[in-house]
């Protein structure tokens, strides 16, 4: 049973340039969500998605967007980069089922920005 | 709003020897979720308990134990005999019922450096 899968692993771009980064949920998990790992730093909640659509948001600016597909699939896209977005990416997914949940991290994407 | 604190930034033991990593949360909700996790030098967050807050019983897995208080708002993480295997960055982590389908968001502590020493 294949985990939560994520790439690249790795990403190096310049300021200003455009970034999508893509995760595969666990098999049978339906929801996706998408953390910021800054160096030294706990994990920030980006955005989470369900159903295709964005249910809920953290305090990220609109430059952070993102998808669903209808497998389940996601993508994590960042315009405008800047050199503070250099972090590890995680996407986790879960399913909620009989009010229990719990979240599956992928191996995360490092993105450092020039 | 959530908040969760890991007041210990680093830890070393050597091994064989007993720790206690702290977790303190605040939530303004009566039904959330605590959870564990375990970050190696490979970066994967590794899943190690969930904890609902309506179920205060104390949980053993193996080595590992957990403490959960709602009085003192804690939830401890205890390696006994600790392994050089247990080195890594651990994580305290909470989540607010979101409504029926989901825990929604987890808001993670800043992480506990656990270093063993053979």
């Known amino acids: 049973d294949a985990g939560v899968t994520q790439s690249p692993t790795h990403l190096i771009k310049t300021r200003g340039q455009q970034v999508t980064l893509r995760c595969s949920p666990k098999s049978g998990h339906d929801t996706v969500s998408w953390y910021q790992q800054a160096l030294g730093q706990g994990p920030q909640f980006i955005f989470q998605y369900y159903e295709e659509e964005e249910r809920q948001r953290g305090n990220f600016p609109d430059r952070f967007s993102g998808h669903q597909f209808p497998n389940y699939s996601s993508e994590l896209n960042v315009n405008a980069l800047l050199l503070g977005d250099s972090a590890l990416y995680l996407c986790a997914s879960s399913f909620f089922f009989a009010n229990q949940e719990t979240q599956y991290f992928g191996p995360g994407t490092r993105l450092l920005v020039l | 709003a959530q908040k969760v604190t890991q007041a210990q930034t680093e830890i070393s033991v050597v091994e064989k020897e007993d720790v206690t990593l702290d977790c303190v949360y605040e939530?303004?909700?009566?039904?959330?979720?605590l959870f564990w996790y375990k970050q190696p030098p490979s970066g994967e967050l590794v899943f190690l308990i969930r904890r609902n807050s309506f179920d205060e019983q104390n949980e053993i897995s193996g080595r590992y134990s957990w403490n959960f208080q709602k009085s003192t708002s804690s939830f401890n993480f205890t390696i006994t005999a600790s392994q050089v295997v247990d080195s890594a960055v651990y994580f305290c982590?909470?989540?607010?019922?979101?409504?029926?389908?989901?825990?929604?968001?987890?808001?993670f502590g800043q992480g506990t450096i656990l270093t063993v020493h053979p």
């Open positions: 939530t303004r909700d009566t039904t959330y979720y």
């Open positions: 982590a909470l989540s607010e019922n979101a409504g029926g389908t989901s825990y929604g968001k987890l808001t």
